[in-house]
């Protein structure tokens, strides 16, 4: 039995971080979920700009789409919300046959939008209502300014992924604000149900402090953070708020696991898989490190209730003079920005493409 496998039956889903038209026509995702176990999918900007840059499948499309007066935003949204609908299709099944638990794939509002909730409201209704699919996540960023739009978002029926969670207290925040917007369902006399997750970023916490500990503690740090908010998941999921709205019919916010690929290349290409290995959750994991761990990963126990022994690294952290809380901020400002300036390479992607094609 493969070791994705092993991973799935243990109860956490094997999700890709990866779309391009390619995976779909050559039929390389079809072929990742018969014979890999993945049972959805993750997409940002970088692999769009990656996959429409180094690509003509697009081209046809894009031609098309700027003949029709399209261009920027709108000619993007057009053709992520056409892959995503085709990998929506593909999961459907798996997304009944768990009874909507799995088989979900992720679209990203602009994040220029980061700082004003109500444009985000706006265009996650727009962009879900567009797509049609009800196995599709709007992507919202889970920082300070986020949290009214993943609440409101929740609010109106929008099932969404909370990302750019670096922290267990950006995780609590995500949940916060999940629960919050179920509970104005509820008050409302409309079913809870509806889905999110929240996806906690792991190797980019090694990246940033792998030259400035010592060598035994490099690439120990992500995975620390990982079932430290592992812990806090499971105190929500046994907490009296969250009881009283599963008893309505709500379902769990799944914790999910993203930026799983290895960023050293000193340590395991498959570090952060079989470490962060737990029921009820998620690993979205890039293209190499998903076929690396089919080929030679290994699944152990699951990550302990109580989170093993990260508040003791975490503290061997501080000691060596990492100040994890504001590291945590730094990380999640850095992502913001980062997801900023893979939107405009990928909007300015399209523009020199379409002058190209047009």
Sequence with gaps: MKAT????????????????????????????????SVTGLTSNPTIFDHAITHSASYDPEIRRLVGAGHSGESLFF??????????????????ERTATVDGWVSLEVSPLLAYDAKA??????????????????????????GAPAIEEAIFSGVPVNV????????????????????????????????????????????????????????????????????????DVLESDRWQRLANLGARPQRLLFASTGTKDPKASDVLYIGALAAPCTV?????????????????GSAIPRDGADCEQVLTEFGRAGINVAKLGADLQSEGAKSFVNSWRDLLKAIETKSKALK
């Design 283 to 299: 690993n979205t994991m890039p293209e190499e490190t998903l076929l690396a761990f089919a080929q030679h990963g290994r699944v």
């Design 78 to 95: 057009e053709l992520a919300v056409e892959d995503l609908t085709r990998a929506a299709d593909l999961f459907a099944p798996i997304h």
């Design 5 to 36: 496998q092993q991973l799935n039956q243990l109860g956490q889903s094997l999700w890709l971080d990866n779309i391009t038209r390619d995976l779909l026509d050559n039929g390389t995702l079809r072929k990742y979920l018969t014979e890999l």
């Design 120 to 145: 985000t409201v706006t265009e996650a209704k727009s962009l879900h209502k567009k797509a049609k699919r009800n196995n599709l996540f709007i992507k919202i960023p889970g920082t300070k300014e």
């Design 163 to 234: 990302t750019l969670l670096f922290t267990r207290e950006h995780y609590l925040g995500a949940a916060e604000a999940y629960m919050r917007g179920l509970e104005r369902r509820v008050a409302a006399y409309l079913s809870p149900d509806v889905r999110s997750v929240a996806s906690l970023f792991i190797s980019r916490w090694d990246k940033a402090t792998m030259d400035k500990v010592p060598e035994r503690d490099r690439d120990r740090l992500g995975v620390a953070i990982g079932q430290q908010a592992y812990k806090a998941y499971r």
